[in-house]
């Protein structure tokens, strides 16, 4: 049997290893790594002479985790994950093997959702963990989960191990993202989109225009599940990577 492929999982804004943390343990047998999207101010910096403009950039914190990549691989990310793949593709396209998306979007944001993370930018140089958590909770969720305490301390620990800092930076990077939904017909390797049915940030009508737009993509629905799926309904997420890998 050929050898399997090499998986990167990126996380998205505010969270770390811990989202996909079923997910790993699933393909324990393979060699999968989490990525590291806090945008370090060191990143951008050794990227071959790729521009990235900056360390605050989506484009630089895909220039790092492509320095430190297998030669070729699959990759998925969730939200600011999703941002970094698109990121990824344009960067080096021939490398991936296979796409995929989970609870993101490839258009840029909209004038009320730039100044929603512009306050949230505010609230993090002022280390407001607590408020930045109370203002993302309920949105971040299945309404059906709210109450959900287990699940609550892991997105809130998950805040704070990223810490202020690299929130910051994580915020500014999605601000100055470009719109990839040019890009999506040009992504050709066997491509995954999986969303939460109840997800508000990136609600399932914008992974069915991503899925439509790309050549071979699946689209998964999750349900029980908002903006986290892997978190909220980890077993379907695994299933559908596993289908997706397998293709």
Same mark, same amino acid.
């Given at each position: 049997?050929?050898?399997? !492929?090499?998986?990167?999982? &990126? #996380?998205?804004?505010?969270?770390?290893?811990?989202?996909?943390?079923?997910?790993?343990?699933?393909?324990?047998?393979?060699?999968? &790594? %989490?990525?590291?999207? @806090?945008?370090?101010?060191?990143? +951008?910096?050794?990227?071959?002479?790729?521009?990235?403009?900056?360390?605050?950039?989506?484009? *630089?914190?895909?220039?790092?985790?492509?320095?430190? *990549?297998? =030669?070729?691989?699959?990759? *998925?990310?969730? @939200?600011?994950?999703?941002?970094?793949?698109?990121?990824?593709?344009?960067?080096? #396209?021939?490398?991936?093997?296979?796409?995929?998306?989970?609870?993101?979007?490839?258009?840029? $944001?909209? =004038?009320?959702?730039?100044?929603?993370?512009?306050?949230?930018?505010?609230?993090?140089?002022?280390?407001?963990?607590?408020?930045?958590?109370?203002?993302?909770?309920?949105?971040?969720?299945? #309404?059906?989960?709210?109450?959900?305490?287990? !699940?609550?301390? &892991?997105?809130?620990?998950?805040?704070?191990?990223? +810490?202020?800092?690299?929130? /910051?930076?994580?915020?500014?990077?999605?601000?100055?993202?470009? $719109?990839?939904? =040019?890009?999506?017909?040009?992504?050709?390797?066997?491509?995954? %989109? /999986? %969303?939460?049915?109840?997800?508000?940030?990136?609600? =399932?009508?914008?992974?069915?225009?991503?899925?439509?737009?790309?050549?071979?993509?699946?689209? %998964?629905? /999750?349900?029980?599940?908002?903006?986290? @799926?892997?978190?909220?309904? #980890?077993?379907?997420?695994?299933?559908?990577? &596993?289908?997706?890998?397998?293709?």
């Amino acid at each position: 049997m050929p050898e399997a !492929l090499p998986l990167i999982l &990126v #996380p998205g804004l505010a969270c770390t290893a811990e989202l996909f943390a079923a997910q790993t343990a699933a393909f324990a047998s393979r060699d999968i &790594v %989490v990525a590291d999207t @806090s945008g370090q101010p060191t990143s +951008g910096q050794d990227t071959g002479g790729q521009d990235t403009g900056g360390p605050d950039t989506i484009a *630089a914190i895909a220039a790092d985790i492509l320095a430190a *990549a297998p =030669p070729r691989f699959a990759v *998925a990310g969730l @939200s600011m994950g999703g941002y970094v793949c698109f990121e990824l593709w344009r960067q080096a #396209p021939q490398r991936i093997a296979r796409f995929g998306l989970i609870d993101t979007q490839a258009r840029p $944001d909209t =004038p009320a959702a730039a100044d929603v993370r512009k306050r949230m930018i505010e609230l993090g140089e002022e280390g407001q963990l607590d408020k930045i958590h109370e203002a993302l909770w309920p949105r971040l969720i299945a #309404p059906g989960r709210r109450e959900d305490r287990a !699940l609550e301390i &892991v997105v809130r620990r998950m805040l704070q191990q990223v +810490g202020a800092e690299a929130f /910051v930076r994580q915020q500014r990077a999605i601000l100055g993202r470009i $719109d990839s939904r =040019p890009i999506l017909p040009t992504i050709t390797v066997p491509a995954l %989109v /999986v %969303v939460g049915a109840d997800d508000q940030i990136t609600p =399932p009508d914008l992974a069915r225009e991503m899925a439509d737009a790309m050549p071979d993509a699946e689209l %998964v629905v /999750v349900p029980g599940a908002g903006h986290l @799926s892997p978190l909220e309904n #980890p077993d379907a997420v695994t299933a559908a990577l &596993v289908r997706w890998l397998a293709r």
